[in-house]
């Protein structure tokens, strides 16, 4: 079964930038679409980001496109999150996921094999 590690969280200012990894071991991560989440205090658990499995084809929450850009080095069983223009409505525990099931890449339901999310706080 994979394991999922998530790093590189911390606190930034608003207008600032942080790159998460998500790093998987006990399995192999190009057997996987892989998908980003965030959860706020008090909220949903949200898609943010997915990515095919060899990382061609990439989909974004409107709330992050055009600041986030997800990449993968299946070779280092490795999925990074950069993250720019970083606003405080990004605050936020971040996840990485393995996608297993369905077709619209952003449910919850549609991931399994979650890390213990990384936070990033985003102060203005």
């Known amino acids: 079964q994979v394991q999922l590690v998530e790093s590189g969280g911390g606190l930034v200012q608003a207008g600032g930038s942080l790159r998460l990894s998500c790093a998987a071991s006990g399995g192999t991560m190009s057997n996987y679409a892989m998908g980003w989440f965030r959860q706020a205090p008090g909220k949903e658990r949200v898609f943010v980001a997915h990515?095919?499995?060899?990382?061609?084809?990439?989909t974004y929450a409107d709330s992050v496109r055009g600041r986030f850009t997800t990449s993968r080095d299946n070779a280092q069983n490795t999925m990074y999150l950069q993250m720019n223009s970083l606003k405080p409505e990004d605050t936020a525990v971040y996840y990485c996921?393995?996608?297993?099931?369905?077709?619209?890449?952003?449910?919850?339901?549609?991931?399994?094999?979650w890390g213990q999310g990384t936070q990033v706080t985003v102060s203005s």
């Open positions: 996921a393995c996608h297993i099931a369905g077709s619209t890449w952003s449910e919850v339901h549609e991931y399994a094999y």
């Open positions: 990515s095919s499995w060899n990382g061609a084809i990439t």
